[in-house]
């Protein structure tokens, strides 16, 4: 199966509704105030309120106190909680506790200790973006997929990090994930959806799964030709 798709950065209950017809698995709205891509809380609860039954509705937190995350869980009634920041195993397994929602734990690589990092969390999720100095996320920018190489966990992998429809079908064939995530990469300008690179991204993701190879015709029963004579019957002494 292709992996399944997270669409995130959506800002507007016109837009996920976009993503969701494209194929989204899952929706995501970011909390985080420094983000371009800030989900107002009176739109997240649209969002949510039309389309929870329809796909996991992500919320994104960066360095958010616990308090905050378990308000905007109850207020909106997100299906998953996405902590992008420095958080450690224990407030992760709080927000488990508390909101009764699943966790994805985010990391952003830059060397192999970034993803080796991420075996300390027994999440639902890992995911993992590209590091930069200037944004915790949504920067466009890819990284070594190489580094995946470095994994051991078994806890399923979401991959993130300037992912576009030319370059998805690449990084899927080197990580394997078990669904991507793209922000940026499905945008016009920031915090506004491109109908045209949604369904572009969708398609290329689809599009890594093999054709499965034709079925072998059987093979037709040869019939005797017109007049062939039997062969002689044995005669006994």
Known sequence: MAPRIKFCGLTNVDDAHLALAAGAWALGLIFWPGSPRRCELPEAERIAAELRRRAE????????????????????????????????????????????????????????????????????????????????????????????????????????????????????????????DVASGTESEPGKKDPAKLEAFAAAVAATVPEPEPEPEPALAVEPEPGASEPPAEVSA
């Open 57 to 180: 509705i992500v919320g994104v937190f960066h360095e958010a106190p616990l308090e905050e995350v378990v308000a905007v869980c109850d207020a909106i009634g997100l299906s998953m909680v996405q902590l992008h920041g420095s958080e450690g195993p224990a407030f992760c397994r709080e927000v488990q506790r508390r909101c009764g929602v699943k966790v994805i734990k985010a990391a952003r690589v830059e060397y192999a200790v970034d993803v080796r990092g991420l075996e300390a969390f027994r999440t639902d999720y890992h995911l993992l973006d590209s590091h930069s100095v200037s944004a915790p996320g949504g920067t466009g920018e890819t990284w070594d997929w190489s580094l995946i190489a470095e994994r051991r966990s078994t806890v399923p992998l979401i991959l993130a990090g300037g992912l576009t429809a030319d370059n998805i079908g690449e990084a899927i064939k080197a990580t394997r994930p078990f669904a991507v």
